[in-house]
């Protein structure tokens, strides 16, 4: 079964944040609910992440990439 790498959610927040707005806000929904699960025992991605962790398995993620893009378009101003 192979390992998935995990990170902290609440770093994503901090980093996120650190310019002075709310990215990383938008970053943790978008990681709790795109990278909820990890690597099981049945050899799918089908095991919760702990509490306060996301996966970094991005290809098995849920629509990452997509709905990502998606959510920055709504939310960052183009010109």
Do not use: C, Y
Not at 6 to 17: C, F, H, K, P, T
Not at 26 to 42: E, I, K, T, Y
Not at 56 to 67: D, F, M, N, W
């Amino acid at each position: 079964m192979p390992t998935t790498p995990r990170a902290s959610i609440e770093d994503v927040r901090l980093l996120g944040n650190s310019g002075g707005g709310d990215l990383g806000d938008l970053l943790v929904v978008l990681a709790s609910g795109n990278h909820a699960f990890m690597w099981g025992d049945d050899g799918k991605l089908s095991e919760r992440v702990p509490n306060g962790l996301f996966s970094l398995e991005l290809p098995g993620s849920q629509g990452s990439r997509h709905s990502g893009i998606t959510a920055l378009r709504h939310w960052i101003p183009v010109a």
